[in-house]
């Protein structure tokens, strides 16, 4: 069974850095890609970044409005991925959620939520001004 808990969310001011943990248990050998995700009061669920567990050049996929601030790194003997969030901002605030795929669909569909399988409950990121 596949499980997936984050955690490190919190309540920071503008500027400050959080660093999310999404830790994995049950992922096959099969699983290619760790995203994350959040979701805004009233707003769709949206891509934020991802990684591959291992090749890839260990490419980082990053959504514009997270770009150069937010980091994603992953470590595949622990099973775990982490999302280095830098100089936050209002807008950021919203319900992190990381995924992982069962198999890999490609890369068409790696900022989609269409492309991963298994999901963690979220983890709450409130950045106040």
């Known amino acids: 069974q596949v499980r997936l808990v984050e955690s490190g969310g919190g309540s920071v001011q503008v500027g400050d850095s959080l660093t999310l943990s999404c830790v994995v248990s049950g992922r096959t050998s099969q699983s290619t890609t760790l995203g994350w995700f959040r979701q805004a009061p009233g707003k769709k669920r949206e891509f934020v970044a991802a990684?591959?567990?291992?090749?890839?050049?260990?490419?980082?996929y990053v959504a514009d409005a997270v770009k150069g601030r937010f980091t994603i790194a992953v470590d595949n003997v622990k099973d775990t991925g982490y999302l280095q969030m830098d100089s936050l901002k209002p807008e950021d605030t919203a319900i992190y959620f990381c995924?992982?795929?069962?198999?890999?669909?490609?890369?068409?569909?790696?900022?989609?939520?269409?492309?991963?399988?298994?999901w963690g409950q979220g983890t709450q990121v409130t950045v106040s001004s």
């Open positions: 995924a992982i795929d069962a198999q890999s669909y490609g890369l068409g569909f790696l900022r989609s939520i269409e492309g991963y399988d298994y």
């Open positions: 990684r591959r567990w291992e090749g890839d050049r260990n490419r980082q």
